[in-house]
């Protein structure tokens, strides 16, 4: 199994009203990935980390092997999700891939 995790912050320009909605957005679509990538075994997203967190956001996947997570980064569902419902509202991404 691999973890893939990624964190983000909100970009500037992000009203803090409208930062739930999002939050809320990413996580549905997202959540729509499992069963659609080969490989991708779930996903949780983070939406309210801790005062101690360096990210206001993350997501944790897990997938089968290695070589999952450039499928999954590649993969047309993985990309239409990311390119319209993450990518327009984020910056300072940080990732972090590993197996136990």
């Known amino acids: 199994m691999v973890y893939h995790i990624v ?10 009203e409208k930062k739930q909605e999002l939050k809320a957005s990413m996580a549905e679509h997202l959540g729509t990935l499992v069963g659609q990538v080969p490989g991708l075994l779930s996903v949780d997203f983070v939406a309210e980390p801790i005062s101690s967190s ?13 070589e999952d997570v450039a499928v999954y980064g ?27």
């Open 7 to 16: 964190m983000w912050n909100f970009k500037k320009d992000i009203p803090e």
């Open 54 to 66: 360096t990210h206001e956001i993350a997501l944790v996947t897990t997938m089968e092997k290695a």
């Open 74 to 100: 590649s993969h047309p569902a993985h990309v239409a999700v990311a390119d319209t419902y993450v990518r327009p509202y984020v910056c300072d991404r940080a990732c972090l891939d590993y197996e136990p």
